[in-house]
Structure formats: C-alpha cells, structure tokens
Nanobody, 126 residues
Framework: QVQLVESGGGLVQAGGSLRLSCAAS????????MGWFRQAPGKEREFVAGISWSGDNTHYADFVKGRFTVSRGDTKNTAYLEMTNLKPEDTAVYYC???????????????????WGQGTQVTVSS
C-alpha cells in the first residue's frame, strides 16, 4: 500500500500563487510516475500535470501551461505543483496520484493511477 498526502491548498486572490505538496509513504520502493488532478464542483475530475519517476518528462494540461510547474523532490517520494497567476476557474479540489505501471512517461488518464491522496482545496477569489 502507498499513502499520498497533499498539503498547501488554501484561499488566494486571482493572480496569486500557491505551492502544493504531495508526500508518498509506504511501499514506494518501485519507480512510479506522479500526477496532479483537480475536480471542481459539478465537474469531472481532470488531469492537470504529471511527472515521470526521473523527473525528465513532464506534461501539462493546456489550461495550465505557462502557469503551473510540476516537480519532484530529491527523494522522489515528494511531488510539488507550483501554481502561479491563479484564476478563479482554477478553484477545485486538487489530488495527487501515483502510477506504478508508468514510470518513464506521464500518464494522463486517471484510470492509470493506482493510489490517490485525499485532496486539498484551492480557492481563488476574483
């Protein structure tokens, strides 16, 4: 089993920044990719950004390109999502996820992820 815990969410004004963190623990000895998803009220969960095990490969949804940056910590068991120039439409619960089946590239589909965190709320006021 793998546990994922997100942190760093909160309330921010439009144009502001937040940094989300995701810490993985448990059976993390095998390589795995990590992804960030979000779900706004009344909407389906959507892919935001992802990063491979090595960190060499990243992928972003079009609506966050140039504003969000995904990275991993030196130990590989922590992922970050740096969010800048936030917009009210970025308001959502943000989830991190781990994909043990895909470690060298980025999995975009949520069904490719094996473990999920509990989510952290990001609210952007106008």
């Amino acid at each position: 089993q793998v546990q994922l815990v997100e942190s760093g969410g909160g309330l921010v004004q439009a144009g502001g920044s937040l940094r989300l963190s995701c810490a993985a623990s448990g059976r993390t000895s095998s390589p795995y990719g990590m992804g960030w998803f979000r779900q706004a009220p009344g909407k389906e969960r959507e892919f935001v950004a992802g990063i491979s095990w090595s960190g060499d490969n990243t992928h972003y949804a079009d609506f966050v390109k140039g504003r969000f940056t995904v990275s991993r910590g030196d130990t590989k068991n922590t992922a970050y999502l740096e969010m800048t120039n936030l917009k009210p439409e970025d308001t959502a619960v943000y989830y991190c996820a781990a994909a043990f089946g895909v470690s060298q590239s980025v999995m975009v589909a949520d069904f490719g992820y094996d473990y999920w965190g509990q989510g952290t709320q990001v609210t952007v006021s106008s």
